[in-house]
């Protein structure tokens, strides 16, 4: 069974610009969520996508955006970068039922803005 | 915001030894879970322990949980160079959330 898919592994991109990284998640499993790792933040929780339906999300601002589409593979766009955007952005995927079983994380994507 | 705080942030063992890392959480849980990660990459899943069990084995993986101190212990072992990574301990809330609340996490390093 293939994991979850994150690309692309890297990205530099200048202040300003916007960026849309993708996830593809485990065959079958229709939530995908988005986590940003920053060393001084750590691990905090973007949004949740089930059945292209967001279903939580969380505290960031507005230029953070997500979907999902009708294969349940995911995208997440960052809009008007900003040098504190810089983190890797990590994806995971998980079937219903999730609290017995886990989430399984992609190896995500480290975005360099400079 | 973060729920969990491991404890210790940083642990240094040789090879053999047991490792042993808390969790403390302050909101109830669903369940706990508990994550490795090396140098940066993704999120490994190594253990859930639901809010009415006490104790799960994996392995050489141990996990305790005590909701009335909201904490959690995980317990590694003799350990294995390989060991060497970052854990995290998360919190599910259950219900509408569909969320994971991470840790600040604890780096272990394994000498051989």
């Known amino acids: 069974k293939a994991g979850v898919t994150q690309t692309p592994r890297y990205l530099i991109k200048t202040r300003g610009q916007q960026v849309t990284l993708s996830c593809s998640p485990i065959?079958?499993?229709?939530?995908v969520s988005w986590y940003q790792q920053t060393p001084g933040q750590g691990l905090q929780f973007l949004f949740e996508?089930?059945?292209?339906?967001?279903?939580n999300k969380g505290n960031f601002p507005g230029r953070f955006s997500g979907r999902q589409f009708s294969n349940s593979r995911s995208e997440m766009n960052v809009s008007t970068l900003e040098l504190g955007d810089s983190a890797l952005y990590l994806c995971a995927s998980s079937t219903p039922g999730q609290g017995l079983y886990g989430y399984t994380f992609g190896s995500g994507t480290r975005l360099t803005v400079v | 915001s973060q729920q969990g705080e491991e404890d210790p942030q940083a642990l240094s063992i040789q090879e053999g030894e047991n490792a042993t890392m808390n969790c403390s959480y302050k909101t109830s849980i669903n369940n706990l879970q508990w994550y490795r990660q090396n140098s940066g990459r993704g999120l490994v899943h190594l253990i859930l322990?639901?809010?009415?069990?006490r104790e799960k084995h994996s392995g050489r993986l141990r996990v305790t949980l005590d909701t009335s101190k909201k904490s959690s212990s995980l317990l590694i072992t003799a350990s294995r160079a390989a060991d060497t990574a970052s854990y995290f301990c998360?919190?599910?809330?259950?219900?509408?959330?569909?969320?994971?609340?991470f840790g600040k996490g604890t780096l272990l390093t394994v000498n051989p």
């Open positions: 065959s079958g499993h229709r939530s």
């Open positions: 998360a919190t599910d809330s259950g219900g509408s959330n569909y969320k994971l609340t």
């Open positions: 996508y089930f059945s292209e339906t967001q279903r």
């Open positions: 322990i639901r809010s009415n069990e």
